[in-house]
T-cell receptor, first 112, second 114 residues
């Protein structure tokens, strides 16, 4: 029961912005959008999350469309170390049965 | 920066043996999780733990699995009788608030069952 769809892969040039899309057309009003990434076989790493407003932190920006059916994670200046699998996850942040469920994600390859 | 630490980083065991994977969550965190990732596959939820009891578990987490927080710092995953298909990377995670914010994951323990 995939709640999100992401392209399987994309690449970008080092130093350029990486824009990672995610569709979540069935998102409900109390579900947040979370982004995590997994570099090689390391543990997943939280990046950012949001409900409806755009969010920015030191790692990335999250742009959520007004209808909330899709979002874009932006890495403003991608480096080689940003090569990873990026996961877009939607869930109720504090639901009794909320848990992070990872899909296949999108593999971002940053080229020199 | 605080981090979740896991030991061992790699364990090789024979089928049928018991294995205990250890995790030290971040000290002021209250919620603890185990996930696993079979090579080349998705990261899968196993179990969540809060207030000294299991909050939720997946269908993977059968009677062969158990978790424990034996003292104020460690969080362990025990597999009683390992099977070949238990070979995977096991990730421990913790969070201060239930999913408000982020889960902090450890670097993982690779289990190889022969």
């Amino acid at each position: 029961d995939a709640k999100t769809t992401q392209p399987p892969s994309m690449d970008c040039a080092e130093g350029r912005a990486a824009n990672l899309p995610c569709n979540h057309s069935t998102i409900s009003g109390n579900e947040y959008v979370y982004w995590y990434r997994q570099i090689h076989s390391q543990g997943p790493q939280y990046i950012i999350h949001g409900l409806k407003n755009n969010e920015t932190n030191e790692m990335a920006s999250l742009i959520i469309t007004e209808d909330r059916k899709s979002s874009t994670l932006i890495l403003p200046h991608a480096t080689l170390r940003d090569t990873a699998v990026y996961y877009c996850i939607v869930l109720i942040a504090t639901g009794a049965n909320s848990k992070l469920t990872f899909g296949k994600g999108i593999t971002l390859s940053v080229r020199p | 920066e605080p981090e979740v630490t896991q030991t061992p980083s790699h364990q090789v065991t024979q089928m049928g043996q018991e294995v205990i994977l250890r995790c030290v969550p971040i000290s002021n965190h209250l919620y603890f999780y185990w996930y696993r990732q079979i090579l080349g596959q998705k990261v899968e939820f196993l179990v969540s733990f809060y207030n000294n009891e299991i909050s939720e578990k997946s269908e993977i987490f059968d009677d062969q699995f158990s978790v424990e927080r034996p003292d104020g710092s460690n969080f362990t995953l025990k597999i009683r009788s390992t099977k070949l298909e238990d070979s995977a990377m096991y990730f421990c995670a913790s969070s201060r608030d239930r999913l408000i914010g982020e889960l902090f994951f450890g670097e993982g323990s690779r289990l190889t069952v022969l």
